[in-house]
């Protein structure tokens, strides 16, 4: 009987543990790596399951769960339509359920044995990303090792676990956006297409091999070719905005078959793998066509086009090379026939395919180059360029940016040094130079920088070692022979590239591990969940609107067909929700409930002129022509009434809700403002007021502002509208108003009440601040009390919704003499959920008869609910019935001279049924004026700060929190994902301070004056 020692050749020598350590100890370092990567992310794990619910990073995240959840649903399928969102047409959501959702839900099936829990779904979710981010080393190992050899791959991954920026923050715990599954798939494609590349200059490939079928000359190139075309589908079906790779290929190709002809070598070795691979990749593009589009996101003609154009143009460079041999014409002059050929074919592409030529120029010079940003993607913070590149890069990777551009210097230079130039080098230099201008385009692009900068940091430690001579391979008895410059030199690179991103030169919680333990959830998803969950339980479902029983139409994991105009046939009762974009996958995914906007920014014009709109018949004519299709934007409210009635709609739904922030309200109201007109300086006056030691002219909120939709619902609580009741407002609160935080001022900003050492909810002591900062705008004063001037501030809750409602109409007369100055009031006490009372007044003119006519929005009784397809609010009547009065306003003042009153019963408000009242001769009680301005308190000069003294120990605890995070705010970090004081202080919690993505909007304030020295505009 053998064993296995007999099986040894006798002349074979059994490598020893030295040699096999150096040929495989890669493995278990990049292995440890790659543990310490997922642990880094990983270190907040319990943030996100502390109560039982899904709690994400981003509002992205939002809409990728709810993706995934509708795949586990129907799996292996994604979402063909979604009719969840952008009411009332739905919307393709080609970007959003791909290949990254399947493989999600794919290790969920395995992780659940085919059936997982949500719960299991969710885990295995929240994992996926930090493992995505993890498993992005073995593809960056693998390219730094073919530059740089093997200790130059392990820099290249040791450097990508210590970078702390956009890379690390996309692929953490909470995060669940496809950006990190990008970063993956990109370096396989990149490092798929660098192994095929050089597989084609070491074999040749050229075309008479084709043409004799050679397959023993052709399988290796053929082979690697194939499967560079296979990652790089892979890619596009991630993320169909991969097509990118695909124009940065075709850019390599063409540069490399030029350099390739100018120096004698055949392009037909490296055209060979440009058309098999892209030509592999044409057809796996088609495969995933969707529609019929040439927009990046989609599924569409662009990328299979765009593969099949970059295939033949690698098949025809090499064929205009052999013409140019047989004209013999000088190799200097192909590379300007071939750009001159280029030219020629954009100019017949934009005549031919004018929707692919204009996709193909926008996103060329919006994302690609610098050149041309659009105004919808300036409002959103990951595609806005950095104000500073040069800090900017500095504080995503330290110096490792600065070493890279060495690391490409060293490879541009290798051919004058006699050393061998390889295409893929090429490659990684076209790659690296247009992530450089895409991170300084947009700095979204970051998190693909790193790679970059991780890979090519290779180069630089390799290179450096050459020309040192030093030999990271010596044995144990060669060691003795390093020189002392050799290893001052080896600290300088170890120091250059490691040192800033480790302590103690790197900041206090600026490492990867101290950022990893403080990632919390999203701030906007925390402060809107209270209204999300009101809003599933308290509202009909979608297709059950006044009870119309249509919801089995519309089921929230149900599959709905791409309708060919991209309009969806809704049924009755179905209702759409007013928000702002930001909010719209919120509103989605956690209230089930269809919003008019969302963060494609779907319908973000609509939503901003609708949230503009200085009149409450406008707004309530635009929503109405938003349900009816017709063109609302930049339309008066009669062109819009006029298209309404003439227009063959059979849409049968309604825009029913509207749901305001105070970020809204505050330091998103100029990005708002910047889809629709007028300019956001339309919304601010200058007024003096004395700040710290001197007299400053700061910019105000305007009557302009305090006229929009927005402001009267939000800060007025609908006051004197007929349509509109609030229904619910969260139970934390914030302060919106104009401030002056650190160097800068704004004129519409708001704070948490969480973050100013206060309690969160509605108190005593919260009503008592909202009657000081009253007071002392009614006093002209800047109120310091928070520690930080705020000038014509509110305390307002964080979130509230309003409901669209006929209105119940009464109708009365007066039995008794009127004045023509007489006007009629109908007043009614309410009360949040959270406590806080307030008084509607509706008010009209009396006629000289002595009748009138009123509509109002509040019911005195709850008798409907979501059940009979109606809403059940959280706002109610305190008293029975309204109090009905008719009196002259004079001096601030009315005397009621005629009283009545009556009960309103929601069917009536629902329903707009008449109610009709007389009023009797009144009791004389004097009451305010409703419209009358709040009166200065005596003893108080104007133009003063009002410090809040009577509250001196809470305004304390509030100062200190407030002064420093106003300092952070306007002078923190350039790095996108250290939040600033303003998303700090609206977050609620220590946990989101991370979040890069808590907001996408910009809430900077354009034209406002400074303070002190301009600052930045600041980017949520």
Known sequence: MSTDTEHVDEGTETPSTLETWQEWYHLPLLGLVILFMLWTRLRSYENFVADGSPRLSGVDSWYHWRTIRWTAENYPFTMPYEVYTGYPTGTYVGHFGTLFDQLIVTAAMIVGLGNPSPETLYMVALVSIPLMGALTAIPVFYMGRRLGGTIGGLVSIVLLALVPG????????????????????????????????????????????????????????????????????????????????????????????CVDYIRGISPDHVAFVGAVSLGVTAIGSVLLFEQWSSSVSDFGYLQPTLALAVAFGCVFMAWLARQWDDLEVNRNYYPAAIAGLLIVGLGTMAVLIPDLYDTVINNLTSRLLPLDPSTGALTVSEAQPPDDFTQYVFNEFGAAFFTMLGGLAFLLLRPLFGREWRAEYTLVIVWSLFLISMASTQTRFSYYLAVA???????????????????????????????????????????????????????????????????????????????????????????????????????????????????????????????????????????????????????????????????????????????????????????????????????????????????????????????????????????????????????????????????????????????????????????????????????????????????????????????????????????????????????????????????????????????????????????????????????????????????????????????????????????????????TPEDGEIERQYLGTTAVPETAVVEGEDLEVTLEEGDGEIVPDPDAEAQPSEGEDENETDDGADDDESSNDGSENVTDDGNETETGSDDENETDAGSDANNGTNTDSDDENATNETNDTPDAPALMDPVAPRAD
């Open 453 to 887: 900068v991780a890979v090519v940091n290779a180069v630089f430690v390799a290179d450096i070692a050459r020309v040192l001579s030093l030999d990271f391979h010596r044995t144990a008895d060669s060691i003795r022979d390093v020189e002392t410059y050799q290893v001052i030199a080896i600290v300088l690179v170890v120091v250059m590239l490691f040192m800033p991103l480790l302590p103690p030169i790197a900041a206090d919680g600026a490492t990867t591990w101290e950022r990893g333990e403080n990632v919390g959830p999203s701030g906007d998803a925390m402060t809107w969940d209270e209204s999300t969950q009101w809003l599933l339980e308290s509202t009909p479902e979608p297709g059950n609107w006044a009870g119309a029983g249509n919801q089995s139409e519309l089921e929230y994991y149900g599959t709905y067909d791409r309708p060919a105009d991209g309009d969806f046939d809704y049924p009755g009762g179905s209702y759409g929700v007013m928000s702002w974009w930001d909010y719209g996958h919120l509103i989605t995914t956690n209230g089930e409930r269809i919003p008019h906007s969302n963060p494609f920014q779907q319908n973000a014009r609509s939503s901003s002129w609708y949230l503009l709109a200085g009149e409450e018949s406008h707004g309530e004519a635009i929503l109405d022509g938003i349900a009816a299709g017709v063109p609302v934007v930049n339309q008066p409210a009669e062109n819009i009434t006029a298209e309404i009635e003439s227009a063959d709609s059979a849409d049968e739904g309604e825009m029913r809700y509207v749901m305001i922030d105070d970020e809204m309200a505050g330091g998103k109201f100029s990005a708002i403002t910047r889809w629709t007109d007028p300019a956001y300086s339309s919304y601010y006056d200058q007024s003096q007021y004395q700040i710290r030691d001197s007299e400053e002219s700061v910019p105000v909120a305007s009557d302009a502002y305090y006229d929009t939709m927005l402001a009267s619902l939000y800060i007025d609580d609908a006051e004197g509208m007929d349509h509109y009741r609030l229904v619910h407002e969260s139970e934390r609160y914030s302060i919106v108003g104009g401030m002056a935080l650190g160097q800068s001022i704004r004129p519409h900003y708001s704070l948490r009440l969480s973050n100013l050492g206060l309690p969160a909810g509605w108190s005593e002591q919260t009503a008592q601040f909202d009657a000081q900062l009253a007071q002392a705008e009614a006093n002209n004063q800047v109120f310091g009390g928070f520690g930080f001037p705020i000038w014509d501030g509110h305390i307002v809750s964080s979130v509230k919704t309003f409901e669209r409602v006929e209105g119940a109409n009464i109708t009365g007369t007066v039995d008794g003499e009127v004045a023509d100055s007489d006007r009629v009031y109908a007043q009614i006490e309410l009360e949040t959920e959270p406590g806080r009372t307030f008084t509607y007044t509706q008010q009209a003119n009396v006629s000289d008869d002595g009748t009138f006519e009123l509509t109002v929005p509040y019911a005195t009784n709850d008798e409907l609910g979501p059940e009979d397809g109606y809403t059940d609010s959280a706002v109610e009547a305190v008293d029975e019935e309204y109090e009905i009065f008719v009196g």
């Open 166 to 257: 956009s890379f690390f923050y996309r692929s953490a715990v909470g995060q669940l956006d496809h950006h990190i599954g990008e970063a993956l798939f990109m370096a396989i494609a990149v490092l798929a297409m660098m192994v095929a590349v050089r597989a084609g200059e070491r074999d040749r490939p050229i075309y008479e091999l084709v043409v004799d079928r050679d397959w023993d000359a052709l399988h290796r190139p053929t082979i690697y070719s194939v499967l560079a075309g296979l990652a790089l589908t892979l890619f596009i079906w991630v993320w169909p905005s991969a097509v990118l790779l695909i124009g940065i290929f075709g850019v390599f190709f063409c540069i490399q078959l």
